[in-house]
């Protein structure tokens, strides 16, 4: 930015600059991206608010259309802009435990080498040595839980990993890991226990997924618990077998019975008689 110069006369038209020097709270951006000449308004005021953000912040089209009157398809619109000319840059990031998850790079000057700046700021300036304060050491951090273990898919299963392995041929952005594919086959398998065939399961896994999806797992993982189909109506009782056909000993008439002898009617007329 220009140094200010208060001898200076202030124009008598046009811009007039009233500035404080900040000392906190500001961030330092470029004239050759405040002056872009090919970038709209708006992608240059995200390029400038994405810098100000500490690193690790969320900042996904819904997260920034959250924040801002804008909508997503114009946050969408400008975030290509930045895309387009440099100053940003979308990819995903495969972490240790398979967990795939977005990656937003903000550049403040396209085409800059990040190591030679990294390098340039983490070089050491000369001072004078001073006695550190003796401080107790700091207790080691806790180790972190590690997630539990998904179940072993049995031949139970083949069906349902066959189907979640296969989704990614449908929409591309539910490619699963193996260790996904463990984890959601017993709920794919309840499905098809229940009746489900497999093209409707697969559609309803794929239907209308999210622009910026990150987790597929977590979503499909949804989907199969909050969607379930109930269980099918168990099939009615088949009536009693009666036995083959027999000629009744007095009117020959023929009923079904398990072994030879009266009707029913003979049978009833017997009684009344005796």
Known sequence: MAS??????SPAYGLVHHNVRLTTRYVVISNALAQHRELSLLAIGLATHLQSLPAGSCVGIKAIASRFPESEF?????????EAHGYLARTRRRLPDGRILPLTISY???GADPAAV????????PREPRPEPETPPAPAPAPAPRPPAPPQLTARHARAAELLCGLRAHAPRLLLSERDVRRLAPG?????ERGA??????RTLCADLPHDLAYP???LAHRLAA???PPLPAAPASPPALGPLQNCDDCDRAYRAPEPGRCRGCEAAAAEAA
């Not at 990294?118 to 300036?125: Q, Y």
């Not at 065939?197 to 697969?202: G, L, N, W």
């Open 197 to 202: 065939q497999p093209d409707a399961v697969r």
């Open 227 to 229: 969607l379930m189909p």
């Open 108 to 110: 403040n000057s396209p």
């Open 118 to 125: 990294r390098e340039t700021r983490a070089a050491p300036k």
């Open 4 to 9: 200010q110069h208060p001898n200076v006369p």
């Open 217 to 219: 797992a977590g979503l």
């Open 188 to 192: 794919v398998t309840a499905w098809l």
């Open 74 to 82: 114009r946050i969408a619109a400008a975030m290509r802009e930045l």
